[in-house]
């Protein structure tokens, strides 16, 4: 197993400031079918620090949002994690039993979906959402929820807080209902925010004010966040370090400027290249041949290999495993023969 993290393993239960927020660590996650197991995320390590924003990357079916559903503990039946870790704050967090996973994610971890009608209940006031959460999981009497309950709607800019409390999900505009989502998801005051594609459904102007709120309760509450997304217009605007991910693996990890201008993988490379620059023209952009494989048909060796115009021999045949490229790490036959040769090694 990869360590690219950047950080030191986790060892016993004990939290010290050297460790991350959330480790996972060698994370893979299996259906098992008729026709047999299909893998959809293969030995997926990384970590996220208090305050820090880890954005995760890639196209449909990558294993981007399985990823993050495995950490929350939301993996539907016969989905289940069959190897690694997931620690939180030094707990391990991925044997949990259901009740006591069911209290970690509503206490610990706070989750942001892409649609905030699948997070809110029709029939209820949001204000009624609200105060239930915090009541589950903090000692608050009901006037003290209703009071944080409104606080938090203020906090993540729902105006006249106060009278809106008691409107339903369908009286607010997609945007209102992503806060108010967002407000649901702070409610018992988190460690780790998981936001799978939280701007997609909403216009620009909203994206760019969810964007900066989410950046705000990272700097203001130290809350971690993990932002799923295929869109690298977020990720710029708000991750500080960026995992892109092809087939159920990260290809490459690393501070979010240098994969976006130094992509080292092949994958990145094509991503990178296939989004339109207004300080630089292009005759046309980057385009990367073919789509991403079934889970019943990944190929051997290097998954990516079909679709890179780099490809050698060992590509078609082993797996790289991530290795230091500049101050990145990516998966790949080409940069892991640099390092040799300029360690005076050889294929």
């Known amino acids: 197993m990869s360590d690219v993290s950047g950080a030191a393993p986790l060892r016993g239960e004990d939290v010290t400031a050297a460790q991350p927020l959330l480790a996972v660590e060698g994370l893979r996650v299996e259906f098992p079918t008729r026709r047999g197991t299909l893998v959809a995320v293969h030995d997926v390590s990384f970590a996220i620090a208090p305050g820090e924003v880890l954005g995760v990357v890639g196209e449909s079916g990558a294993g981007k949002s399985l990823t993050g559903s495995a950490i929350i503990g939301l993996i539907d039946p016969?989905?289940?994690?069959?190897?690694?870790?997931?620690?939180?704050?030094?707990?391990?967090?991925?044997?949990?039993?259901?009740?006591?996973?069911?209290?970690?994610?509503?206490?610990?971890?706070?989750?942001?979906?892409?649609?905030?009608?699948?997070?809110?209940?029709?029939?209820?006031?949001?204000?009624?959402?609200?105060?239930?959460?915090?009541?589950?999981?903090?000692?608050?009497?009901?006037?003290?929820?209703?009071?944080?309950?409104?606080?938090?709607?203020?906090?993540v800019g729902i105006p006249a807080a106060a009278r809106r409390i008691d409107h339903y999900p369908h009286q607010f505009s997609g945007g209102m209902r992503q806060r108010v989502v967002i407000a649901l998801a702070l409610a018992a005051k988190p460690k780790l925010i998981v936001a799978d594609e939280p701007t997609t459904a909403l216009d620009v102007s909203i994206q760019a004010q969810i964007i900066q709120l989410l950046k705000r309760l990272c700097r203001e509450h130290g809350t971690a966040v993990m932002l799923v997304t295929h869109d690298m217009g977020v990720i710029a605007e708000t991750a500080d370090r960026v995992a892109v991910m092809y087939a159920g693996r990260i290809v490459e990890i690393g501070p979010v400027a240098d994969v976006i201008h130094r992509p080292q993988h092949p994958y990145t490379v094509g991503l990178m290249g296939s989004i339109p620059s207004i300080v630089e023209e292009r005759d046309r952009l980057t385009q990367i041949d073919g789509a991403m494989p079934r889970l019943t048909a990944i190929p051997p060796g290097c998954a990516f290999h079909p679709r890179c115009s780099h490809a050698f021999e060992r590509c078609r045949h082993e797996r790289p495993e991530l290795i230091p490229a500049g101050v990145t790490r990516a998966a790949c036959w080409l940069r892991i023969d640099q390092v040799v040769a300029s360690r005076g090694g050889g294929r």
């Open 78 to 155: 016969p989905g289940r994690i069959a190897a690694g870790q997931i620690r939180l704050a030094g707990r391990r967090i991925d044997n949990l039993p259901y009740e006591a996973m069911r209290h970690v994610r509503g206490r610990e971890i706070g989750a942001v979906f892409q649609d905030p009608l699948t997070s809110l209940n029709p029939l209820y006031a949001v204000g009624r959402q609200l105060v239930e959460t915090i009541r589950t999981h903090l000692p608050m009497s009901q006037s003290e929820a209703r009071a944080r309950a409104i606080g938090l709607l203020e906090e």
